[in-house]
């Protein structure tokens, strides 16, 4: 996914621009591109490959410069190339953009009908002719890109610098994230703080529709309609280096705590829009999904689970039949190859060997139809698949996996929607509605991590236990999966998940007051038959630790536990019912002092098969 520098100050802000590049990488990008003033003229270099080589770029012609954008671009319109990488210009004038535009044929055509010539595939280029369109008319920079964002739908945040007016930098946000930086000698923005804490901690978070103007010697921000606005300066206490463990005692506690932004990153493509477009996976991807009969997801551990989890969505929604498969399992069985199947492989690294040669398999079988759903985006998996959809979850360092399975899952609910829509089976009210959902979801997550305390107290009593036993119905099964994956690999208890259903066809018989029963309990369709099989478990002693939406109306007794949840999240509710688990498993962990981050026996990424 792309990111955005932008600076104006009295030091050469050439290297800030590679610097803040280079921190923003880790969201993953195809090309790199950046426009500088240099002796007042407009200098723009771009890359189809690195930050290192547009850094290279620069070193050669002796770049110098005190105003300047850059980016890195993921490509959505248009491939990745040198031709399509930004910044986009239009006659002396430069602009870097994240998201997408989604009226941009209306207004590349009316422009091209003024004698516009585009020399991109991109939407962004639309805003850089509509600007200079703009600026025509007599109106100022600032004023031209309040008009000119007025007229876009979509999302996007951009930087605008331009030869005609060389002592401000304009930047505007709506839907993809955008903050700016007060720095001593000058004013900075960029995608995200990583990249400015280079030069300043002194940020400002931009808000839906704010336009600012960045100068040498401050900044203004304004409402969309003009109205100048105040926004607080907070004092980013992150550290310079995005791993360094911060407040928290392990990655996996961090990582537990982030997942509400890595999933607004992960998210940023529909922050503002109101519809979902294929593109963002991938260029060919519009015409992949429609011709998809059926979805095939093959993945290993964790990303396995949040396959399972799409399962029900896609079948449920896309009406698409898909099957899941643990990626060892395909490689070595004899299947039967569908060219209409999309092979749908997910790993957090993208260097996982069972799913890697699992991806191989399925495209020597000619199955030629690939997405891969990774963290990493240079990773081997996404160079090996057609299309890709990059989880910004950021580095993750602990082995257990958090926060890349609940963004893997959100990439997921993108792909039932983009599958539903190609399709003609979604709405445009339920797109709506899921979109809505989906967005919020950060604040969801947010409100479910503030049960801690409680899981806490919850942790003391497991920690004593050998064995737990985790229930769930429907799309929360493969939840209950996760939770007990979570609990053994770093507390070294012993748990097994099962459908609740499954119950009684076996495991009822090692239920007594020694096996703590954990169940997940949405208040969604299944709920009824959950509480059957609780009262199962309770007539044998078995003592229950449920996780019950507000609405679900099981009441708290002797040996009946309950932690109250939000409300029902519908859909997504699988999303929130794992963070509790996570929390639990890692309080475990904790009382039972193990090595919460580097379990025994286990590595984070599994290059061997
Ligand atoms: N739509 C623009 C920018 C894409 C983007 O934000 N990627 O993360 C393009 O395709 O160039």
């Known amino acids: 996914m792309c990111g955005i ?107 091209q009908a003024k004698g516009y010539v585009f020399e991109s595939d991109t939407d962004t280029e639309a805003i850089a002719h509509l600007l200079h369109h703009k600026l025509q008319s007599g109106v100022d920079l600032f004023e031209a890109v309040r008009l000119t964002t007025n007229e876009l739908l979509g999302a996007y945040a951009i930087g605008v610098v331009t030869e005609a007016d060389p002592f401000r930098a304009i930047v505007a946000r ?226 257990a996996s958090t926060k890349a399975f609940t963004t893997q899952l959100a990439a997921l609910a993108l792909l039932t929607l983009a599958l539903a829509k190609q399709h003609g089976r979604l709405s445009a009210e339920d797109e709506t509605r899921y979109l809505t959902a989906l967005r919020h979801l950060p604040v969801a997550v947010a409100k479910v991590l503030e049960l801690e305390p409680q899981i806490e107290q919850w942790a003391q009593k497991f920690s004593g236990k050998q064995h737990a036993l985790f229930l769930g119905r429907g799309r929360h099964w493969p939840i209950a999966m996760e939770g007990a994956l979570k609990l053994k690999e770093i507390s070294y208890i012993h748990a097994e998940s099962y459908a609740a259903g499954e119950l009684k066809h076996g495991p009822l018989a090692l239920v007594d007051k020694e096996m703590p029963v954990i169940a997940i309990a949405p208040a969604d369709e299944l709920l009824e038959k959950l509480k059957s099989n609780l009262q199962e478990v309770r007539a044998r002693g078995g003592e229950l630790y449920v996780f019950a939406d507000a609405g679900s109306e099981i009441p708290e007794s002797e040996g009946v536990h309950i932690l109250h949840m939000p409300e029902h999240y519908g859909m997504l509710s699988p999303v929130l019912h794992v963070i509790p688990l996570q929390l639990l498993s890692y309080h475990a962990a904790l009382v039972k002092g193990t090595d919460v981050d580097k379990p025994r026996n286990l590595a984070k990424s599994v290059t061997v098969e």
């Open 5 to 111: 520098v932008t600076a104006i100050a009295t030091r050469n802000i050439v290297p800030v621009l590679l610097e803040g590049l280079r921190k923003l990488e880790y969201r993953g990008y195809d090309s790199a591109g950046l426009a500088v003033l240099h002796n007042g003229e407009m200098v723009r270099l771009r890359s189809a490959g690195r930050v290192a080589e547009l850094a290279s770029l620069a070193d050669n012609r002796q770049l110098q410069a005190n105003i300047g954008i850059a980016h890195t671009r993921w490509a959505t319109h248009g491939v990745p190339s040198e031709r399509n990488a930004h910044p986009h210009v239009s006659a002396g004038l430069a602009v870097v953009h994240n998201g997408i535009i989604e009226n941009f044929e209306t207004i590349k055509a009316d422009l």
């Open 174 to 399: 709506r839907g993809s994230p955008l903050l700016l930086g007060v720095g001593e000698d000058g004013m900075y923005a960029a995608s995200d703080t990583a990249a400015l804490l280079q030069v300043t901690r002194k940020v400002v978070y931009l808000e839906d529709g704010d336009l600012a103007e960045l100068r040498l010697d401050g900044y203004k921000v304004v409402l969309a309609d003009g109205t100048p606005v105040e926004r607080e300066v907070h004092l980013s206490s992150l550290s310079a280096d995005a791993v360094e463990l911060g407040k928290y005692r392990h990655y996996m506690q961090k990582e537990i705590f982030e997942q509400p932004q890595a999933l607004a990153n992960t998210l940023e493509m529909i922050a503002g829009g109101g519809s979902i477009s294929a593109q963002i996976f991938g260029v060919s991807a519009t015409e992949s999904l429609a011709a998809t009969r059926r979805v095939l997801v093959l993945a290993c551990g964790t990303s396995y689970h949040s396959a399972l989890v799409a399962r029900y969505w896609i079948e449920s929604i896309a009406k698409i039949p898909c099957t899941v498969e643990i990626a060892s399992e395909y490689r070595y069985r004899e299947s039967v190859p569908d060219p209409e199947t999309l092979v749908v492989v997910i790993s957090q690294s993208g260097e996982t060997a069972d799913t890697l040669a699992a991806l191989k398999h399925a495209k020597s079988l000619g199955m030629s139809k690939t997405l891969a759903i990774c963290n990493v985006p240079e990773s081997a998996i996404v160079r090996e698949a057609a299309l890709r959809f990059i989880t910004r979850a950021g580095p993750e360092i602990g082995v």
